[in-house]
Nanobody, 125 residues
Framework: QLQLVESGGGLVQSGGSLRLSCAAS????????MGWFRQAPGKEREFVAY?????????SYADSVKGRFTISRDNARNMVYLQMNSLKPDDTGVYHC?????????????????WGQGTQVTVSS
């Protein structure tokens, strides 16, 4: 059972930056594709970004965050990060990291096996 714990959320003004972290409990973490999703009140959970596990990792972003957010991972530390710049009020939500044992449907919540509890990000205008 892979456990994921997010941190780094908070309240920030529009245009500001935050760096989210996700700590994984197992060394096998390095073999998982990792994703970030977010959920705003009254809305469905939506894809933000993913990063693959293989050598020469691949990253992918939602159009709404492309050019502003960067996903990265440190397999030696069992960590995944989401650097968020130029934040907007629409970025407000609970951000979850997730782990996928396959490479199928990485832009969908259904593609992931393990989830963290989430960290709140609030962007004020």
């Amino acid at each position: 059972q892979l456990q994921l714990v997010e941190s780094g959320g908070g309240l920030v003004q529009s245009g500001g930056s935050l760096r989210l972290s996700c700590a994984a409990s197992q060394r096998t973490f390095s073999r998982y594709n990792m994703g970030w999703f977010r959920q705003a009140p009254g809305k469905e959970r939506e894809f933000v970004a993913y990063i693959t596990w293989n050598v020469g990792t691949t990253t992918s972003y939602a159009d709404s965050v492309k050019g502003r957010f960067t996903i990265s991972r440190d397999n030696a530390r069992n960590m995944v990060y989401l650097q968020m710049n130029s934040l907007k009020p629409d970025d407000t939500g609970v951000y979850h990291c997730a782990a996928a044992g396959t490479s199928l449907r990485l832009r969908s919540p259904a593609g992931y096996n393990y989830w963290g509890q989430g960290t709140q990000v609030t962007v004020s205008s």
